[in-house]
């Protein structure tokens, strides 16, 4: 073991601490052990002999269970069969009631055969993935002393390929939702140019704001979530947008069909960027806050990335291609809402097979993932971003 004397700087640090002297320029190279990929034999001998080797005492394994962040959107899975196929019927117009139009001598034809409209979609796309780990046994027996922390080890290994599952599985959900937001965007500007208005579906916030709100100096995409009324007015707009949604409408999915999204049935991803400002600059100084409050959801750090510094930029940012081909690069993207419906998951299928390889004695195991990542434009969905 390395061992270092520390008795100049602990008297210099007990003088600092008590006033007897001003604050010096500590050298804390010898006081903190940040470890180390490899020890060296020197550092390895006891302090008596200078022979002996010494030996591990304690053994710390990283074993920490990740849950994901991600929305919780598995929906269903079915053993048999791959197709999905989703029928939803059309409104019907209303005819004359002729009931109070009787007239002498008219027939009136009860065998009229009245069709319905239904709308037909069928899903069959699924994608896949596995991670693999091989473990050898028989080569970890030599650096361990007991069963116990063998397993121990083992544990932490196999641990590390559910959380890189998991965090792959997130990720992927998050481009479910991204590919969404960009075809309802596209449907409410085309080509259009995001700032120059606001749509139903796709609902620029600071557009309404700086047009009908907003007396002074506009506000920017990037200090809007730190004005107190500007929040007020985007928490109002995302709960009135989820009240109309409950009454029947075309107006709030893609494809133009009649759809209501009762809020049971509703579900709302925001940024943390917009939940945390919220709670922070609005809910704190008013005296009735759940007047102002957002409505309960779940929160993502971002849509797509981190960026290298979680910045507004990063974390509001999509840019990406979507499954119809229209693409999107813009930052700014502050929440979504949608019906359960509108988006999901099925048919996620984990798990793990394995191999023993007997030549050079290691097992092999492959966690394996099948899942489909499905959006229906006929459903509901609403995106609110400021640009």
């Known amino acids: 073991m390395e061992i270092k004397q520390a008795y100049n700087f ?22 903190a052990d940040v470890g180390k990929a490899v020890i060296s034999s020197s550092d390895c001998k006891d302090k008596f002999i200078n022979a ?3 030996r591990i005492g304690r053994e ?22 791959s ?26 034809d009860p065998n009229v055969f009245y069709g319905s409209d239904v709308v037909v979609k069928f899903y069959n796309k699924r994608i896949t993935y596995e991670v693999p780990i091989s473990i050898g046994e028989l080569q970890l027996e030599q650096s361990f002393t007991n069963a116990t922390s063998m397993s121990a080890f083992l544990d932490m290994l196999f641990n590390d390929v559910e959380t890189t599952m998991t965090i792959k599985n997130d990720e992927v959900l998050l481009r479910t939702i991204n590919n969404m937001i960009v075809e309802t965007i596209y449907d409410d500007y085309g080509v259009n140019a995001l700032s120059s208005m606001s749509g139903v579906k796709a609902i620029n916030l600071l557009y309404e704001y700086n047009t009908n709100v907003n007396g002074g100096t506009p506000l920017t995409k990037d200090n809007c979530l730190y004005d107190k009324s500007f929040l007020a007015y985007a928490s ?22 009649v759809r209501f999204t009762p809020r049971d049935r509703l579900y709302l991803v925001m940024l943390d960027d917009l939940k945390s400002k919220t709670a922070t600059y609005l809910e704190s100084s008013t005296f009735h806050k759940e007047l102002v ?12 990335g981190s ?8 974390t509001s940012h999509i840019k990406a291609t979507s499954t119809e081909g229209h693409s999107l690069d813009a930052y700014g993207i502050l929440a979504c809402c949608f019906d359960m419906d509108a988006l999901g998951v099925s048919n996620e299928k984990k798990r793990v097979t394995s191999n023993y390889n007997g030549k050079a004695e ?8 099948d899942a489909e990542y499905w959006n229906d434009f006929n459903e509901n969905f609403v995106v609110f971003f400021v640009q």
């Open 10 to 31: 602990v008297n210099d640090a007990q003088r600092e601490a008590i006033g007897d002297s001003v604050l010096l320029n500590e050298d804390l190279s010898n006081i």
């Open 52 to 54: 002996l080797v010494n």
């Open 60 to 81: 710390i394994f990283v074993n920490r269970k990740y849950e994901g962040f991600a929305p919780k959107l598995v929906r269903d899975a079915w053993t048999y069969g």
């Open 83 to 108: 197709i999905k196929m989703k029928v939803s019927g059309r409104l019907k117009e209303a005819q004359e009631n002729e009931t109070w139009e009787l007239q002498d001598g008219t027939s009136y």
């Open 236 to 257: 109002n707009r995302i709960l009135l947008t989820i009240g109309r949604m409950k009454r029947a409408s075309k107006l709030f999915n893609i494809g133009g069909e």
């Open 293 to 304: 409050a957002l409505p309960d959801g779940d929160t993502t750090p971002y849509w797509q």
């Open 307 to 314: 960026g290298l510094n979680y910045e507004f930029s990063a």
């Open 362 to 369: 290691f097992f092999n195991y492959w966690h394996k993932m």
